[in-house]
């Protein structure tokens, strides 16, 4: 049945067994349904109040007439309101450990990991490097708790004293396409220039024309340091073996036949078989190619991957 609701009723209750169309028509200013059942429904003009039985579920029709529709807000899921990008801070994560759980959530909402490791992880950042950075908003109320909204590492670059490695860039879900990861990468470069580093290096799979459009270039590969100290020399630093390159330069042994010593009895013995031919052939010396549309760089995974670097 259809059931027309006009400008003068003040209360109407359905029973638990209709279940009707309800037409709304263009007089009507003000529907409200029991807040314990369904949610608050604002319209027109002259109806005070229309609650419904909870098991009575009608199916609401509105014509093209009404003019407004408000729900309830207790009954309206919660939307994250957007920080503005003037109040946002950047915080490295060992200075705000009450924020490590938040951070590792952020993070792991991206790349999925064991939440103990996250947190292990997350608890070496220092100032002596590698260090977390957190983009923070501020809370809701003055007595709430920062909100994460991005994080970044920042580590530091073998035989590279004033370079940098980003890892880890991520923003939260709710505030992406919002202008937050420009910000976010614009604060790495103030927080890196600002302690003496003149370049950024980082990796991306898809994301090379978010980094294009704020400066970064196509890059070689350089080795960060998952750990680092001050009280490190550089001679030790150095030490330590380079970056494994993908097309290894090392030397193949000759496969020359060699005159082979003669035992105290019986002929020489034959010289060992030729190593098989590469499949492919050889490419000349120097960096693998790539361009913003192929590359030839892998990650451990196998999957291509895009080195960028910017001076800053």
């Known amino acids: 049945m259809e059931l027309i609701l006009s400008n003068s009723p003040a209360k109407l209750t359905l029973g638990p067994a209709c279940q009707p169309e309800l037409t709304l028509r263009f007089n009507l200013t003000k529907l409200t349904l029991d807040p314990t059942h369904q949610p608050e429904v604002t319209l027109s003009p002259r109806l005070a109040e229309l609650t419904l039985d909870s098991t009575c579920h009608p199916e609401m029709t509105l014509r093209p007439d009404p003019a407004k529709l408000t729900l309830d807000p207790r009954h309206q899921p919660e939307e994250t309101p957007l920080p503005s990008l003037a109040e946002l801070t950047l915080e490295p994560v060992h200075c705000r450990p009450e924020l490590l759980d938040a951070c590792a959530d952020l993070i792991n909402d991206q790349w999925p990991r064991s939440r103990a490791s996250r947190l292990h992880s997350l608890g070496q950042s220092s100032d002596a490097f590698p260090l977390c ?180």
């Not at 970044?152 to 980003?166: G, K």
């Not at 294009?212 to 890059?219: E, R, V």
Request: proline share 14%.
């Open 133 to 312: 950075l957190m983009l923070l908003s501020p809370g809701l109320t003055p007595e709430a708790a920062p909100i994460v909204v991005g994080h970044a590492r920042l580590s530091r670059v073998l035989d590279l004293p004033q370079s940098l490695l980003v890892e880890t860039v991520v923003v939260a879900r709710a505030f992406r396409g919002r202008g937050f990861g420009r910000r976010l990468m614009e604060g790495l470069e103030v927080f890196a220039r600002a302690r003496g580093f003149r370049r950024l290096h980082l990796t991306t799979h898809d994301q090379l024309y978010f980094y294009a459009h704020l400066g970064y270039q196509l890059g070689e590969p350089v080795q960060g340091l998952v750990f680092t100290s001050q009280r490190l020399p550089s001679t030790l630093l150095r030490a330590f073996p380079r970056a494994p390159s993908s097309r290894p330069s090392c030397k193949v042994p000759s496969l020359t036949a060699q005159a082979a010593p003669r035992g105290p009895k019986g002929p020489p013995l034959p010289p060992p078989p030729p190593l098989p031919q590469p499949t492919s052939p050889s490419s000349p010396e120097g960096p693998l190619p790539q361009s913003l549309l192929e590359t030839q760089y892998q990650d451990l995974r196998g999957c291509p991957i895009f080195w960028m670097e910017k001076n800053i």
